[in-house]
């Protein structure tokens, strides 16, 4: 696989990015597509040299055609992720994710890409009910009027297109569902990212004593948060061993509380706090933990833990909180 001809589309957004990265130490030559509308140059800047950038929409039928020309392989990751946008941008999510997949098998198809890698998600399960959840839970759209399945509704797409179109137009396709995929970097409309943010703003109105910090639900809500670095991993891993029409979980079985991640972001920031817990969102997850053992059965093992990739993640937010968008 070392000289493939390897499209990333959504390169230069944070788990494209990173990914890209990997593909080029494998060897590959790599060109990415990406409109930048939520990617960025700056994470690109140190292998600039090393790959082809290709602007443009996804949802554009004849500038992804001109991307996949002279193309091998495809790691379709342009969609439009985060929570903030699910609820409030339902169409534009459902609009990039839809068009984005036929836009791109069609172009696979009409040049001859015989290899598809799809970045899925966790959000396809909604609710899953077993816990850890493995790859063969339902696929669930629990309420079609809750903007918030916009996201996991155009995945539960995505997927059913690729492999279907995958049974008789492509030689390999492989899915991958990551899970609560978190760094540096990584954006501004996820948790870890906003509680960051909030806890600097809360430290700064209440410089002594415990600092109060607000969160959604009564604390006792659960995430298997996994470091971008693991992701790619696992994601490499499944690259080279993964089956034909396969899915995979890319994630960790390292579950916590979202009160005890408010609790381990304020403790690196040396300070206590008092929760005051709030309503959730409607149709947030409750819990999540992924089942990993059918990617573990490749090779793949989680190597990065919470407590390792959190503080310089924290410490990416605090230095750059001037980069962040102005609410």
Not at 43 to 68: C, H, N, S, W
Not at 210 to 231: M, N
Request: hydrophobic share 35%; net charge neutral; aromatic share 8%.
């Amino acid at each position: 696989m070392s000289q493939r001809r390897v499209l990333v589309t959504g390169g230069s957004g944070f788990i494209g990015s990173s990914l890209v990265k990997a593909l080029v130490k494998s060897g590959a030559r790599v060109r990415v597509f990406d409109d930048n509308s939520r990617g960025s140059p700056r994470r690109l800047a140190d292998i600039q040299k090393d790959i082809e950038f290709t602007g443009g929409d996804i949802r554009d039928a004849g500038a992804v055609d001109a991307a996949m020309r002279s193309i091998d392989e495809v790691h379709h990751l342009a969609f439009v992720n985060g929570t903030e946008f699910f609820y409030n941008a339902p169409e534009l999510v459902l609009d990039v994710g839809v068009k984005g997949i036929v836009n791109v098998l069609d172009a696979c198809r009409k040049n001859k890409v015989g290899s598809l890698i799809l970045a899925s998600s966790s959000e396809v399960y909604q609710t899953p009910s077993n816990i850890p959840t493995d790859e063969s839970a339902p696929l669930i759209v629990p309420d079609p009027q809750n903007p918030r399945f916009s996201y996991g509704g155009g995945k539960i797409i995505s997927e059913l297109m690729a492999i279907n179109y995958g049974r008789k137009d492509f030689e390999r396709v492989l899915i991958f569902r990551p899970h609560n995929v978190y760094g540096p970097d990584m954006g501004w409309e996820h948790v870890i990212p906003q509680f960051a943010l909030r806890m600097q703003r809360a430290i700064e109105k209440h410089p002594k004593g415990a600092v109060p910090f607000e969160i959604q639900g009564d604390g006792r809500e659960t995430r298997s948060f996994c470091h971008v670095d693991d992701l790619v991993a696992g994601v490499m891993t499944m690259r080279e061993k993964g089956e034909h029409l396969g899915i995979y979980h890319v994630g960790t079985r390292e579950e916590i509380a979202v009160a005890d991640l408010a609790r381990r972001i304020a403790r690196h920031a040396g300070r206590e706090i008092e929760l005051i817990t709030g309503p959730v969102q409607p149709g947030s997850t409750l819990r999540r933990c992924p089942d990993i053992s059918k990617l573990g059965k490749l090779g793949y093992k989680p190597r990065v833990p919470l407590d390792d990739g959190l503080p310089p993640t924290l410490d990416w937010y605090w230095r750059n909180a001037a980069l962040a968008p102005k609410s």
